[in-house]
């Protein structure tokens, strides 16, 4: 706190605020500039002030509950490095399957980064699913090698079998279907991935085995 | 497993070098297993379970040494089981031959014949590597030790003169003088591109801003290709051991790798393969105390196409999504956070060790002129030896794919090779034998990758729409060109695979495409209109078919074909009836099928499981008109 004097109308006040430049008289809205020792007072308080901020958020010793602590833990692994964005919600999606609301508004909150651009992130990359999905994601590979020897088939089979189009989950929660670019296996084509098990050379009747092998 | 010592001079990795190579000098049979993605997928865990269960079983358990290894590029033949010291190579083993394996090769040292490869034309066995065909025309240099390597074991990589090339980098030359060495040597990217790599790392290392930074690029998001990912999780100390040089080279303490999310094993298998390096001094402060200090940090990339270009993919690591931006100024100069940023690819940052080991000489006397050194590609498609291949620069393509990959799947006839994805260009029968090198493959409209073999069954419009619906999609919208020019493409493509294509359409797509080449901002544009072009190119009269007679040769494109069955050929089984989604197709017991147009769905499942031969697929011809009911044939199973 220090004392001011306004040197249009002569109004004397106790300053708080933290603008080390200049400030407002209350009365009659002139600018006022403070002297250099007031500045440096203010500077100082400012200063410690920021870091009581700094102490309270980045190392809070409350322990969060839920998705936020769930955010947190991670959040902390990475070091609260906002260029960790991506790694943060990569690592989120792997251990839950995919990305709540809730979820992508904590991290915001916590990494201090613009919802907006958390939402561009999860939104540009295809890894991050923003909807439910299924126990078990069925992904069909349409890379080129796995078109020519007959992908198309394949997952016009299963989306078959279990009556749902792709992108889309079966509606007991069984089953999520989504195709891939690329699973890396071209040498293999047709092939398919249930969860992260690779099934190569794929024929038509084998789908509703493999399917029928997961609850 | 005991504590290591970090390294700390050059003699005491030669020590510990001499010490791994004593202790496996012992003549212990030791029995490999390739477990790459590939050879997972068809079962090789279960076959390396089934190995150790067996030998805990008999006892034998610290008799014979199990080394998983990353790929050996025969995914055709997987999985594969090589038994050493005498290299007998097994192919396609299931779990139920282990036992036979274990007795008769490991105890009586003899052969298991039938898990032999056998050449399909002469009908020999081939007992080593070396023997096949696929691997006879091949000069493995990188992939060499793929077989020989546990990647989740440094020591491996060690013993083979691991980490030799960084010593000679550190201790002997200047990191002038590893420029040099690779300038002699000729290396280009082998991302596709073929830029100079000493270009890059000399404009990197005379750029004053610091810190500096190497990316290893492992992003690879083509279709049909898989080479990156090979290398990755197969021999992932030779890549870090690249990047290290290279970070000397240009003065850059920090690296970074960025691999495709997708890749678990490879994400896995490189970090795993940093924690060792840094256990043994060969990562982190003070190398080998040389006093060059290097950290490497992985990071993930969350799927996106574009994200695999050099300006999109920094941004990426600086945690904003991948975006390109233009590059007026070099990414060399201004790359992550604005300092300069050399990236190569991870075949690349991999050949430099062996450039620093062997010398830029031997490097130079592999390949062509202009290119030196190998290429490795994914051979994928309707070829019959799919997999991962690496031949000297300068091997024509009618080797690769009828010497190394063995002609084409079900003897047809070739039609296309398409190299480099969704950047890359169909090359026609007519350029088979042309030499493969960066500036070759640029001249007919392509660039370097992984290679899908295409056949007669395969339309070359669809094949075209196929990648550009896939850039549509990868598109990350930035410029107008890429993204409003995809749109139209992909459109118009559809409607000439629909039937309804005009004369007019190949004008746009012409146009279309000279504005994207010209006019986008990144890679992916300026690439994008090449399967386009190339198809238009070499393959004009399908395209007249599709407009003018409205007809697909290939019997590809849904809207142009028809199904029917032929009525001197049903057996009337009653197989495609039951499989028949729309229930289109119609007879009875002992009565021959018939398709009803109106409700057949071009789904192509009868065609699929018929195993006579009696579904024809129809396309501008005339559907025979089906026999009034009543006179249908009858047919006796079998008759």
Redesign the interface.
């Known amino acids: 706190m220090v004392e001011l004097k306004c040197q249009h109308c002569g109004y004397r006040w106790d300053y708080r605020g933290d603008n080390e430049y200049y400030a407002t008289c209350p009365r009659c809205r002139y600018k006022v500039k403070l002297p250099e020792d007031k500045a440096r007072e203010v500077g100082r308080r400012k200063l410690s002030l920021e870091l009581r901020r700094n102490l309270l958020t980045e190392k809070q010793p409350t322990k969060l509950l839920g998705v936020a602590g769930t955010v947190n833990r991670v959040i902390e692994e990475f070091g609260y490095?906002?260029?960790?964005?991506?790694?943060t919600?990569?690592r989120l999606q792997r251990s839950f399957g995919w990305l709540p609301r809730e979820m992508v508004s904590e991290v915001s909150k916590q990494l201090r980064v613009p919802l907006s651009?958390v939402y561009?992130?999860a939104t540009?990359?295809?890894?991050?699913p923003l909807a439910p999905r299924g126990r078990h994601l069925i992904r069909v590979c349409?890379?080129?090698?796995c078109?020519?020897?007959?992908a198309p088939?394949v997952l016009?089979?299963i989306q078959?079998t279990l009556k749902i189009e792709k992108d889309q989950s079966t509606p007991d929660g069984r089953f999520s279907l989504e195709t891939?670019?690329?699973?890396?296996?071209?040498?293999?084509?047709p092939?398919m991935t249930v969860d992260?098990e690779?099934?190569?050379?794929l024929r038509?009747p084998d789908v509703e085995r493999i399917l029928s092998k997961y609850e | 497993m005991e504590a290591v010592k970090p390294l700390s001079s050059p003699k005491e990795i030669e020590n510990l070098r001499q010490r791994i190579r004593a202790k496996r000098k012992t003549g212990k049979p030791m029995i490999s297993v390739c477990a790459s993605a590939g050879c997972v997928a068809l079962g090789a865990s279960r076959v390396l379970d089934a190995f150790k269960a067996e030998l805990e079983k008999q006892g034998q358990k610290d008799k014979v040494e199990i080394k998983q290894t990353g790929c050996l590029g025969f995914c055709e033949q997987a999985p594969i089981v090589t038994i050493y010291p005498d290299e007998i190579c097994y192919f396609k083993v299931r779990p139920d031959d282990v036992p036979e394996i274990l007795s008769k090769s490991i105890d009586k040292k003899q052969v298991v014949k039938r898990l032999l490869y056998k050449d399909p034309v002469t009908g020999r066995r081939a007992q080593r590597l070396k023997e096949i065909p696929f691997y006879k025309y091949q000069l493995r240099t990188l992939l060499e030790c793929n077989s020989k390597i546990d990647p989740k074991k440094i020591e491996d990589y060690i013993a083979l003169d691991g980490y030799d090339g960084l010593v000679k980098a550190l201790f002997k030359m200047t990191p002038q003088q590893v420029i040099d060495e690779v300038k002699d040597a000729n290396l280009r990217g082998r991302g596709g591109g073929g830029f100079p790599t000493w270009l890059k790392w000399e404009t990197s290392r005379k750029a004053t801003e610091e810190p500096k930074y190497v990316i290893a690029n492992c992003s690879e998001g083509d279709p049909g290709s898989f080479m990156d990912r090979s290398l990755m999780e197969a021999n992932p100390h030779s890549i870090l051991e690249g990047l290290i040089i290279g970070g000397y080279a240009i003065g850059s303490h920090e690296g970074y790798i960025y691999v495709k999310d997708e890749y678990g094993l490879a994400v896995e298998n490189i970090s795993k393969a940093i924690r060792q390096a840094e256990e043994y001094g060969l990562l982190g402060e003070n190398i080998l105390r040389s006093g060059f200090s290097f950290k490497v940090t992985v990071h993930k990339g969350a799927g996106a196409f574009v994200s695999g270009e050099s300006s999109a993919l920094m941004t990426a690591i600086e945690g904003n999504i991948g975006e390109p931006r233009p590059k007026y100024i070099h990414t060399a100069v201004k790359g992550i956070r604005g300092r300069p940023s050399c990236l190569n690819n991870v075949k690349t940052w991999a050949n430099v060790p062996l450039i620093i080991l062997k010398g830029s000489d031997w490097f130079r006397s592999i390949g062509t002129k202009c290119s030196s050194g190998t290429a490795i590609f994914s051979l994928a498609g309707k070829i019959n030896n799919t997999g991962l291949v690496e031949v000297p620069m300068g091997t024509t393509l009618r080797d690769v794919i009828y010497k190394v990959g063995g002609g084409i799947r079900g003897g047809k006839r070739f039609k296309a090779v398409q190299i480099g994805g969704p950047s890359g260009g169909f090359i026609p029968e007519q350029y088979l034998d042309l030499q493969v090198d960066f500036d070759e493959v640029a001249n007919v409209g392509s660039m370097m990758g992984g290679a899908v073999v295409m056949d007669e069954d395969t339309c070359m419009v669809d094949a075209a729409g196929y990648f550009v619906d896939f850039l549509l999609d990868e598109s990350c919208g930035k410029c107008i060109p890429c993204r409003e020019g995809l749109r139209v493409l992909s459109k118009t493509l559809n409607t000439i695979c629909e039937g309804e294509g005009t004369r007019e359409d190949m004008q746009i797509i012409e146009d279309v495409a000279e504005t994207m080449r010209d006019a986008s901002l990144c890679a992916l544009g300026t690439n994008a209109a090449n399967p386009v072009l190339t198809s238009l190119k070499y393959f004009r009269d399908e395209w007249e078919q599709h407009l003018k007679e409205k007809r697909c040769p290939a019997k590809a494109c849904k809207a142009l074909t028809k199904y029917c069955i032929d009525p001197k050929k049903c057996q009337a089984c009653l197989i495609c009836l039951r499989e028949c989604p729309a229930e289109a197709i119609q007879g009875e017991k002992d009565k021959v099928h018939w398709i009803d147009q109106e409700r057949c769905t071009k789904c192509g499942v009868c065609y699929e499981v018929c195993s006579f031969d009696s579904v024809k697929k129809l396309s501008g011809e005339p559907v025979p008109s089906p026999p009034p009911k009543g006179m249908r044939p009858i047919r006796k199973r079998g008759g």
């Open positions: 490095g906002k260029n960790m964005l991506i790694q919600l990569l651009q561009q992130i540009f990359y295809k890894a991050f349409m890379g080129t090698s078109k020519v020897r007959g088939m016009d089979k078959r891939t670019k690329c699973a890396g296996c071209c040498a293999l084509g092939v992260d690779h099934y190569g050379n038509l």
